[in-house]
């Protein structure tokens, strides 16, 4: 069986993808922090976590086919340009890395329809976007440009009002 690598396991995208993947591969998680679990906390699945794992122990530790990279910060709540640039430009970039060294098979990015100047987050993704393609020769990799996603389990800012 195959294992993937979700890195921002425990936002809505990432918990989603897992649930709907958990029966047909082994699945690893990524999170910032493994204070706000709760999408998750049910699922069988071993957790990092950047607050208290160094990254590369994910790899040592076991064997990453796939790695379906989620994790941003939109900015939404604050974040400075700092923060918004480690997390949506100089992380992914570790994780490719990692990737590319462990000879990982695909590396899916999570990505956004807007314009770079819209906002400092669609300026990173941007910005890590143009590496993925500097790097296509050496792994596969599928970039998926997402517009707005939604349903049950969605934060409370999701622009979506459910009645």
């Known amino acids: 069986?195959?294992?993937?690598?979700?890195?921002?396991?425990?936002?809505?995208?990432?918990?989603?993808?897992?649930?709907?993947?958990?029966?047909?591969?082994?699945?690893?998680?990524l999170e910032r922090s493994r204070s706000n679990n709760f999408r998750i906390k049910n699922l069988d699945v071993k957790l990092y976590s950047m607050e208290f794992d160094n990254p590369e122990s994910i790899f040592t530790e076991q064997r990453i086919d796939i790695i379906i990279h989620t994790a941003t910060i939109y900015g939404k709540t604050g974040e400075d340009t700092g923060e918004i640039t480690k997390s949506n430009l100089i992380f992914p970039l570790q994780i490719?890395?990692?990737?590319?060294?462990?000879?990982?098979?695909?590396?899916?990015?999570?990505?956004?329809?807007?314009?770079?100047?819209?906002?400092?987050?669609?300026?990173?993704?941007?910005?890590?976007?143009?590496?993925?393609?500097?790097?296509?020769?050496?792994?596969?990799?599928?970039?998926?440009?997402?517009?707005?996603?939604?349903?049950?389990?969605?934060?409370?800012?999701?622009?979506?009002i459910q009645m």
């Open 1 to 29: 069986m195959k294992t993937i690598l979700i890195t921002g396991i425990n936002g809505f995208l990432g918990s989603s993808l897992a649930k709907d993947l958990i029966n047909d591969f082994v699945i690893i998680g």
């Open 96 to 160: 490719l890395d990692l990737a590319i060294s462990n000879k990982c098979s695909l590396f899916v990015n999570t990505d956004t329809i807007l314009n770079r100047f819209t906002s400092y987050y669609a300026l990173t993704k941007r910005h890590f976007q143009e590496w993925l393609y500097a790097r296509r020769n050496e792994i596969k990799i599928v970039n998926m440009r997402l517009e707005h996603f939604y349903g049950p389990g969605a934060g409370s800012q999701n622009f979506v």
